[in-house]
């Protein structure tokens, strides 16, 4: 019988090592997955929050309506991870005229450690649209992007 390990909460921080880049995959969910996240007006404050809140960088992300999925990187300051994900959070929130668009507590982050994995999650993100049943392929989902080119894509 196979047996599951589910965390109560998810791992905090990342772990960086010298000899690798750093590069993190995040989750972060709308509050009781409240579907709020996919239209235009909540995708271009995204934009400009991540461009302000550029101590970890964005790449690659899709919004889906309940949820975000995004690369990040450090930038050239760098803070922990988990207060610059609750920063950015927080700024969306404010910036947000309905009060009910708020995230859950928690997010989750996986560091990636190769290629292989980053393209992996990259497919996986630019497929969940397509998966819900959104949209017929990735292409046409509007709500995606990339804020800063990551200088290392593995």
Request: with cysteine; aromatic share 12%; glycine share 4%.
């Amino acid at each position: 019988m196979a047996q599951h390990f589910n965390r109560a909460r998810p791992a905090q921080g990342v772990l960086e090592c010298e000899n690798l880049p750093t590069l993190v995959f995040l989750t972060v969910c709308s509050r009781n997955r409240r579907k709020w996240l996919a239209n235009p007006t909540v995708h271009q404050l995204l934009r400009e929050v991540w461009r302000e809140a550029n101590r970890w960088r964005v790449g690659p992300y899709i919004l889906m309506p309940d949820h975000v999925h995004l690369f990040a990187s450090p930038g050239e300051e760098t803070c922990q991870f988990d207060a610059w994900v609750k920063f950015w959070k927080s700024q969306v929130s404010r910036r947000l005229p309905d009060s009910s668009c708020r995230w859950q507590i928690a997010s989750f982050h996986h560091r990636i450690r190769t290629y292989e994995g980053a393209e992996d999650r990259l497919a996986y993100a630019q497929m969940n649209p397509v998966r819900a049943g959104l949209v017929k392929s990735p292409e046409e989902w509007e709500f995606k992007g990339e804020i800063f080119r990551l200088e290392c894509w593995w």
